[in-house]
T-cell receptor, first 112, second 117 residues
């Protein structure tokens, strides 16, 4: 079945540091890939998505590129802020699979 | 607001009681999903609705769990004879349909935090 593996946290960074959160997947067919973010006390929010190989999703300074050859969708940001502190979830879905399959989440804490 | 609305935001109940959780999706979204978020299991899919029909109930953990959707809008997730292992955050999401609907992002509510004493 489909699965998503993302790096386990917690990840602690200083403000303005570079962020990478690794995500790899296994899937049948041609899924879409998503990053969702969950801020403390809030629900999941879509951060970015990519629907086919080599697509780059971007939002709020975050980027991720759909790499079919390495089955990866790593999340990056060049300079994190304290307000980026949250739990980040990598997910796949789409194609014949309408439901989302999530990774276990990565807690990011950014210190001033 | 225009987002997915869930109620109640928090629910505490005694073991053995029944609970109902409500989800009001984004207007016009015909697809609706329920997920469960718990510490040990992460985010798990429970059930998917397309309109009022539920083509996939495969994630419901036992026959104590059921869900319905009426008028292609509001959905209710019911847990009967609650157990302590049912304690979790229950998340609802909705998405639009159309060409390539399966690539439409799902929009989540803030969830209902359920605690079973």
């Amino acid at each position: 079945g489909d699965s998503v593996t993302q790096m386990e946290g917690p990840v602690t960074l200083s403000e303005e540091a570079f962020l990478t959160i690794n995500c790899t997947y296994t899937a049948t067919g041609y899924p879409s890939l998503f990053w969702y973010v969950q801020y403390p006390g809030e629900g999941l929010q879509l951060l970015l998505k990519a629907t086919k190989a080599d697509d780059k999703g971007s939002n709020k300074g975050f980027e991720a590129t759909y790499r079919k050859e390495t089955t990866s969708f790593h999340l990056e940001k060049g300079s994190v802020q304290v307000s980026d502190s949250a739990v980040y979830f990598c997910a796949l879905g789409g194609g014949s699979n309408y439901k989302l399959t999530f990774g276990k989440g990565t807690l990011l804490t950014v210190n001033p | 607001g225009a987002g997915v609305s869930q109620s109640p935001s928090n629910k505490v109940t005694e073991k053995g009681k029944d609970v109902e959780l409500r989800c009001d999706p984004i207007s016009g979204h015909t697809a609706l999903y329920w997920y469960r978020q718990s510490l040990g299991q992460g985010l798990e899919f429970l059930i998917y609705f397309q309109g009022n029909s539920a083509p996939d109930k495969s994630g419901l953990p036992s026959d104590r769990f059921s869900a319905e959707r009426t008028g292609g809008s509001v959905s209710t997730l019911t847990i009967q004879r609650t157990q302590q292992e049912d304690s979790a955050v229950y998340l609802c999401a909705s998405s639009s349909t159309g060409t390539g609907f399966s690539n439409q992002p799902q929009h989540f509510g803030d969830g209902t935090r359920l605690s079973i004493l």
